[in-house]
């Protein structure tokens, strides 16, 4: 008896013992858990997630979204603009690249649900169709016509003249012959883009990609199809998405994207998979992730790089930043908020890949808005769900290890110097942020119009005739609440394209119509009562190529006012004088109407649609892509190489300099060189030299006022001085840069000198 007693004594001895050695161990790596999440934290505050530049990409993207929306209305198509993914998000990095996800909702369509009473149709401006959800799969739809040959007949009466081009372009085809049934190649057939600028499209699913750019157009139902309910009649632990957020989703309808099921599924029968739309809440969607913690963002961040690095390069866009979206989803909804904090950061990405592994393991990827949905439909072949399920595993039990090897962004690199950043965490986040980079970025992008290369020259007369008609009809129409935005930011570069075409047929002694100079002078003159220094200054070098220099000239004395005025007050300039954190910081907080403004009073971009509208020796710097191969900053920057950009000063005296040598006023001419002689000094002693980093060289509009400068060396006959000056740019900048052609050019003339 006592010995079982003194057995039994000793059992729980044994436990305790064996509990006082385990536990300091747990303790340690909970600890070291900890610090890794924390210095992970601070890594991704400077390379993403930091809720300044969170709140600046926002910005950025919802004034985009209403600038595009006043350019399609002043334009005469009834469309709305809107911005989803990850740039909106704020959930991308300067490495991923991300594309500019832009859905145009046509509001020339008034949708309802087979299940409601057709609407009154309330304009001459809209056709009415049915959304039928009936024998379709759960995500999917179809669209008819009601009375198609009533409707059709109601808008040949109004005629495509005085309707806008979006029905017009509808009716060509005879709807009655489907029966009203619409097939959603209608949006890259009919309502598509001109043959010149589609050929140089790439389908992408339902998108058009140009560049960075991916364009959907859809249809909007306001209300909701009951099986896009779900997300407000389940089940969940309640925390989130919040009552608030829940409420403010239920205002939004659906968007009926051009895109049927998966053809390798059993979805929908071949025949009519042409008929079948996609139903989209994209909406809800991005209303949830704005409702999102700096630290949710900063997981899902953390799993889309992981994705990025370990699973695109097999399975490419099958195992979708969607899905990883969806997953991250469900991790937040079913994990209490406690969880989700700076130090755990490593458990949260932990948590998101395991909810996704889970449905990977179920071959089962449901969405969280739409009922009967599998997200994996159409994605995997069924024996590569094990795989990637042990390929998952491993991640998530060395997701250390894979976090520390993190090439993208130099994460891994910097990872590796956490000694430095845990004793200083402010020293890893000082110069050049993410938000420095893309404050930067954005500061000399100037928007416009996309550039397409080699669309011929009648292409852009005919497209320039159609937008300067639509604005007379519709520039003084009503824009509502989105008149406030700046529609003469596009005006201006389109004037100069139209007025470039007519330019051109000029200079090849070509049939020359003065009819088309007049109307693109015309808009140019429009945007000037925006009173944008931009605007200004390229009506300026339009005057100067067409020859009229004396107007011209009453421009100089003016703009060279509104710069000197501007300068103070201007943070754009002043991040470009002297680039800092702290400036980029002000910019980022200010409103983006205001830094677009101050953007376009420091910078022009010129496309090459707009090379007769600058003088002959810059159309050079719309080639420069054909010296040398492309640097790794210049893509991270996305610099597009068909297009030229000027800082507006340099600019301004370098056209004085050539007007007035024109017009043979010397003294004039000698004051102009002076002053780009000195903007160019005084810019290549201080910014350049002490530039935060040196990829802020890649910047086009440096290298171009150092060219412009050289050009003028070169008219006075000072070939000495003209070569130091280019090979200054190339020692700055040695790709992707044309000063290789004026030295070139420059030891030409000398070994033509010598053989005189």
Known sequence: MARNRSGKHKHPKRKERKAWKTTPDVASNVTDDKEFSDIISSVLDHVAVSENLIQFRQKVMLYNERALTVQCMAFGSNRRAFTFGSQIEGTTTIGMMSDIDILYRLDSFRLFL?????????????????????????????????????????????????????????????WTTTNGMIPHTVMFDTLNYPPPKAQHAKRHGPAESFGIMDHVNACYCKSLPKQCKLIFIKPRPGHWPSEKTLKEAKKFGVFIIPQGPPKNTNICTYDYFDYHWRISTNLTERLLMFSLDKVHLKAYVLTKIIRKELFVPEYRDRLSTFHFKTAFFFAVENTPPDVWIDNNLINCAKNILTTLRRFLTRRNCPHLTIENVNLFDGKFERYEFPKLVDRLTCVINSLRT?????????????????????????????????????VFNMCDDCGGVFSFPEVPVYFWKVCFENIYTGLQTYYRTQLGKYRKYELQSVMSPMASRGASAYLKQKAECREYNDDGIDKARHMFIQTLYSDNIG???????????????????????????????????????????SPSESLALQIANQSYEKTSKQKRSVFLIFSKEEAMCVPVFLRYEMFRDSFGTCQSCEVELNIYFDDMCVQIEPYLYYLQYLTYRQLHQEPKQCEALVKLSIFTEIVTSTRVISSINNCLLARGFLNTSLKMLGHCFELENKLETAWKTYTTSLRLKPEKNASALHTTRLLWRVVQSLRT
């Open 114 to 174: 087979d299940s409601e009473h057709p609407p009154l149709q309330p304009h001459a401006q809209q056709v009415v169709l049915k959304v039928s959800t009936n024998c379709c799969a759960s995500q999917y739809c179809m669209l008819t016509m009601i009375e198609p040959s009533t409707q059709a007949r109601f808008f040949q009466e109004l005629g495509p003249s005085r309707d806008r081009f979006d029905i017009a372009n509808f009716f060509l085809r005879d």
């Open 402 to 438: 894979k976090i520390e090897n993190i090439q993208l962004d130099g994460i891994g690199q910097t990872l590796n110097k956490r000694s430095a950043i845990k004793h200083d965490r402010g020293r890893c986040c000082s110069n050049n942020s993410a938000l420095f980079v893309f």
């Open 535 to 577: 605007n200004y200054m390229r009506y300026s070098s339009f005057l100067f190529c067409n020859e009229e220099y004396d107007e011209a000239c009453k421009y100089f004395e003016l703009i060279e006012d509104l710069i000197q005025g501007d300068k103070q007050s201007n943070l754009v300039y002043q991040l470009c004088v």
